[in-house]
């Protein structure tokens, strides 16, 4: 099992800086992809951004340019961050970290970002 706990989540207002972080740990493994993902409410869950283990990234068009992933590897854990600058009111929803590995795909519980205008 993987357990996923993410922090940094906040109010925050328009034009404002976060970040966010998911501390991964358990059956990690070398091999994996993290995700962090979006809910607003009323809404599907989006994907917002990727990160490899050989650390390539991907994004989103509607964060591309203002958030940032980046990925801390350990042993038998990892840490996975989404910075994110020049908030906007439509970034608000709760984010959720993914771990894909070859063993399963698991999900943290979220953590909520507000952005006020």
């Known amino acids: 099992q993987v357990q996923l706990v993410e922090s940094g989540g906040n109010l925050v207002q328009v034009g404002g800086s976060l970040r966010l972080s998911c501390a991964a740990s358990g059956r990690v493994f070398a091999i994996n992809t993290m995700k962090w993902y979006r809910q607003a409410p009323g809404k599907q869950r989006e994907w917002v951004a990727t990160?490899?283990?050989?650390?390539?990234?991907?994004?989103a068009d509607s964060v591309k340019g203002r958030f940032t992933i980046s990925r801390d590897n350990a042993k038998n854990t990892v840490t996975v961050y989404l910075q994110m600058n020049s908030l906007k009111s439509e970034d608000t929803a709760v984010y959720y970290c993914?771990?894909?590995?070859?063993?399963?795909?698991?999900w943290g519980q979220g953590t909520q970002v507000t952005v006020s205008s």
């Open positions: 990160i490899d283990n050989i650390g390539l990234t991907n994004y």
């Open positions: 993914n771990l894909w590995n070859t063993v399963g795909d698991y």
